[in-house]
């Protein structure tokens, strides 16, 4: 009996300690955990609860807001749209940004910190609560910081990177983007130059890749090159201003100067249209300007940017010589100078037309198929119809003819003498001739190599 009474004992003494463990010493330690935490942390704020940002730097009191849907707005000096990334990241790194050690508790001079006149001084608004903060010089190691905090004047050193709170200006907060689009969801794109105008539309069709495609409508009806038009609008959509000209007097003076643009760019992306007009008057200046709306600013642009833009029609053009889709084929007819031969497309297989049992390299034949298919012309030569001889194209180097499953003849190519590393081509795809990769005639297979191993003259 007296055993059971000391083993009771023992654990009402265990029951006890574990009591106050759970009850005293842990939350205590927590407590204690959480306090070092708040002190380590810079700014005593979370980011979803921050209501307003003001900036002071290089003379410039810069008030930001949050908009619609995560976005930022500048509200001071002047109303507009702000760069809600450049926003965010520094939000995130003052959120995020460590307090490293307390470096003067009273400090009698900040001049050795660069806090006497810091670089940057943030007002952060969450609800009633405000958080003012001076950014100071590096410190002693790379991405340190010197900070004071108003609230306590306190020089402390942080894990901030300099890169983040070092030049920021007023346009450093601007939205930059002369256009916001969705090019996913573009449907029409119209280029006006001083020469030509260029009318594209994307269709319902998709290629294999799984996108739409893309037609030219003006000034031919034609199949477009939907990577290059697709570049096209990638540089629009990521097009950035190098700088503002705000209504006021300078953009009327500005705007007096500017009379046919360059070109003209339209964009027309979920039933709304988004315009812009470029112009360089004086080319030796080296200055360029962009307009998307009266209201709006003149931007400054790197001329480059016009240069970029500015399409010709081939450029835009689907380059691809022979005019057929891989899918469209049913018949390849191959002539050389050494040999002529048929491939047939027998439900997905292809096989000789002379010799219909064998089996054919498959691989091999879809690749030489495919390099048919897709040549490009690298170079125009002549845009409408000439004579033939002077580029080998009237006693061909090469010709492939198609047959789609329809039977009649849906495409040729013809390729003629080199030059350089370029062929002199023609095809049903494009009018005129053209120069195209070389290489091509060195990948056309004689008949004797595409059966499979094991087949008769297989290798």
Do not use: C
């Not at 939350?27 to 900036?55: C, F, M, N, W």
């Amino acid at each position: 009996m007296k055993r059971n009474w000391m083993t009771i004992l023992m654990a009402l003494v265990l029951a006890g300690l574990v009591g106050y463990l759970y009850f005293v010493e842990f939350p205590a330690e927590q407590a204690k955990t959480k306090q070092d935490t708040q002190q380590k942390r810079l700014l005593p704020i979370e980011q979803r609860e921050i209501t307003g940002l003001s900036v002071r730097s290089q003379g410039e009191d810069i008030v930001l807001a949050p908009g619609e849907s995560g976005t930022w707005k500048i509200l001071a000096p002047i109303q507009t749209e702000a760069d809600s990334r450049e926003i965010d990241a520094l939000v995130r790194a003052l959120v995020l940004g460590k307090v490293s050690r307390v470096v003067e508790d009273q400090p009698t001079t900040l001049a050795p910190f660069g806090l006497e006149t810091p670089t940057l001084v943030l007002t952060i608004t969450a609800g009633e609560h405000e958080e003012t903060l001076s950014i100071g010089d590096s410190g002693p190691i790379s991405s340190t910081l010197y900070v004071m905090r108003a609230k306590d004047k306190k020089v402390l050193l942080t894990d901030l990177a300099a890169k983040d709170f070092f030049n920021k200006r007023l346009f450093t907060f601007r939205r930059k983007e002369l256009l916001r689009f969705d090019q996913t969801r573009a449907e029409r794109l119209r280029l006006l130059y001083p020469k030509t105008e260029i009318v594209l539309y994307r269709t319902d069709q998709v290629d294999r890749t799984k996108r739409n495609k893309w037609m030219i409508r003006a000034p031919i009806e034609a199949p477009a090159d939907a990577t290059a038009v697709r570049m096209l609008l990638t540089k629009l959509e990521d097009m950035k201003a190098l700088g503002f000209i705000d209504p006021g007097p300078e953009r009327e003076a500005v705007a007096r100067i500017l009379k046919e643009p360059n070109a003209k760019l339209t964009v027309y992306a979920a039933g709304a249209e988004h315009q812009v007009k470029f112009f360089q008057p004086n080319p030796a200046s080296g200055e360029a300007y962009a307009v998307t709306a009266s209201d709006a600013p003149i931007y400054r642009v790197s001329p480059s940017v016009i240069k970029e833009l500015s399409k010709d029609l081939f450029a835009l053009q689907d380059k691809r010589l022979l005019g057929v889709e891989l899918d469209e084929i049913a018949m390849l007819a191959v002539k050389t100078r050494e040999e002529q031969y048929t491939l047939i497309n027998q439900t997905g297989a292809w096989v000789l037309e002379s010799r219909p049992d064998d089996k054919l390299d498959q691989q091999k034949a879809d690749l030489f198929v495919s390099r048919v298919v897709t040549l490009p012309a690298e170079l125009l030569v002549i845009k409408k119809g000439g004579p033939l001889a002077p580029y080998g194209l009237s006693s061909p180097s090469a010709e492939f003819s198609v047959t789609g499953k329809d039977g009649k003849t849906r495409g040729r190519l013809v390729l003629g003498s080199r030059s350089g590393g370029l062929v002199y081509a023609m095809g049903q795809g494009l009018p005129g001739i053209y120069q195209a990769r070389a290489d091509i005639l060195s990948q056309v297979p004689a008949a004797r190599d595409l059966p499979a191993k094991g087949e008769p003259g297989g290798n």
